[in-house]
């Protein structure tokens, strides 16, 4: 269940906040400042590439690597080279987990590191194999780790991780929205630098900003129906998220809010991209989570029996809807099996900074949904 009263008193959504996980939502666009400036004090922006790398090789635990893989290779294009690195192990803890270069790895290839943790065992290693391979290797982690030394070691470029004092108060979960930003950034300077994509300085400023406007529309000073983030989050409640995507930054915004809902408030979704989407959940919608799947429910006793669990359609859009677009579709398909539906859509920018919009609304909203929810 969800306290709705909870989303509209500050005080009392701060002091559920254990994990920091509001303060990483407002401070994303510091975040990203600072890690810019870490990049930039790193040595990122004095590279003299010579020509682009083969391939592109992400490595770190969870949910931190996968959405950066994701975003990175949308945000490089068609024919992307970036690859994830996927660990194998026996247990997801830090000491269980190991990497492998695949076997054609070489000096024309780039190994990028990612962890806001540091010590994981498997990663020291990988630098340590990427060092004899002849692989460029960069890492963005907490400085004093064993993870820089192995990598000064290898003599590869490493990036400190932008932390805040309280990060070290909780576990990071990998899913919190100061993680990303802080382990993304250097990443984004570094593949501008060789060409892959394009994120230069003032364009990471404008995603700074945007972010700051975000944070701006969504805190917790800013009551409900004025809030699009707690808005989303009070719909969702007793709810299973159908999230659709549609545009190419939509897909990996939509993919890490399922992440989010599963890792900080455990509320389980599925995702898709339109217009597959309406083909792979039409039966979906058709069984027994649609709202019209029990009509006894509006007699149960409200006090003593929990709510049914019904589907809601989430549509991300990356732009306005023109041209050929299959939103009308898809909401003509949730009507039509009674499932309500919300839309978020950025305002207009380029690429990175409607990305940028779309993933601060969803993880306000994943976080609200968190803090709120109650047994």
């Known amino acids: 269940?969800?306290?709705?009263?909870?989303?509209?008193?500050?005080?009392?959504?701060?002091?559920?906040?254990?994990?920091?996980?509001?303060?990483?939502?407002?401070?994303?666009?510091?975040?990203?400042?600072?890690?810019?400036?870490?990049?930039?004090e790193a040595g990122v922006g004095e590279l003299k590439p010579d020509g682009r790398p083969r391939a592109v090789l992400i490595a770190g635990p969870g949910a931190a690597a996968t959405h950066a893989a994701d975003l990175l290779g949308t945000l490089a294009g068609p024919g992307s080279p970036v690859t994830r690195l996927a660990p194998t192990g026996v247990a997801p803890a830090a000491g269980a987990l190991?990497?492998?270069?695949?076997?054609?790895?070489?000096?024309?290839?780039?190994?990028?590191?990612?962890?806001?943790?540091?010590?994981?065992p498997g990663l020291a290693l990988l630098a340590e194999q990427a060092y004899r391979r002849g692989c460029a290797v960069v890492a963005v982690a907490p400085p004093?780790?064993?993870?820089?030394?192995?990598?000064?070691?290898?003599?590869?470029?490493?990036?400190?991780?932008?932390?805040?004092?309280?990060?070290?108060?909780?576990?990071?979960?990998?899913?919190?929205?100061?993680?990303?930003?802080?382990l993304l950034t250097p990443l984004l300077a570094l593949l501008d630098r060789i060409g892959l994509l394009g994120a230069s300085t003032e364009a990471l400023d404008k995603v700074a900003d945007r972010l700051d406007h975000v944070a701006e529309r969504c805190g917790p000073a800013i009551a409900t129906y004025?809030?699009?983030?707690?808005t989303l989050a009070a719909e969702l409640a007793d709810a299973l998220p159908v999230i659709w995507t549609e545009g190419t930054s939509a897909g990996p915004a939509g993919r890490r809010f399922a992440a989010a809902l599963a890792e900080l408030s455990?509320?389980?979704?599925?995702?898709?991209?339109?217009?597959?989407?309406?083909?792979?959940?039409?039966?979906?919608?058709a069984g027994p989570l649609a709202a019209?799947?029990?009509?006894?429910?509006?007699?149960?006793?409200?006090?003593?029996?929990?709510?049914?669990?019904?589907?809601?359609?989430?549509?991300?859009?990356?732009?306005?809807?023109?041209?050929?677009?299959?939103?009308?579709?898809?909401?003509?398909?949730?009507?039509?099996?009674?499932?309500p539906i919300s839309e978020l859509e950025p305002d207009p920018g380029c690429e990175l900074e409607t990305l940028a919009e779309l993933i601060a609304m969803t993880d306000f909203a994943a976080v609200y949904l968190a803090l709120a929810s109650r047994a």
């Open 1 to 40: 269940m969800l306290d709705e009263s909870l989303l509209d008193t500050p005080e009392a959504l701060a002091e559920a906040d254990h994990r920091g996980l509001l303060r990483g939502a407002a401070e994303a666009g510091a975040r990203v400042r600072t890690a810019a400036r870490n990049a930039a």
């Open 98 to 120: 190991r990497w492998e270069l695949p076997g054609w790895a070489g000096s024309v290839d780039l190994l990028l590191i990612t962890t806001p943790d540091g010590t994981e």
């Open 144 to 182: 004093g780790t064993p993870l820089a030394e192995a990598v000064a070691g290898a003599h590869g470029l490493f990036v400190p991780m932008a932390t805040a004092p309280y990060d070290q108060d909780e576990p990071l979960a990998a899913s919190a929205p100061g993680v990303l930003w802080a």
């Open 226 to 230: 004025s809030n699009p983030a707690k």
């Open 266 to 285: 455990g509320t389980p979704a599925v995702v898709a991209e339109l217009p597959e989407a309406l083909a792979a959940h039409s039966a979906l919608l």
């Open 292 to 339: 019209r799947a029990n009509p006894d429910d509006f007699f149960r006793d409200r006090v003593e029996e929990a709510p049914a669990l019904h589907a809601r359609v989430v549509l991300l859009r990356d732009r306005p809807i023109a041209g050929l677009t299959a939103a009308p579709a898809a909401r003509d398909l949730a009507l039509s099996h009674d499932t």
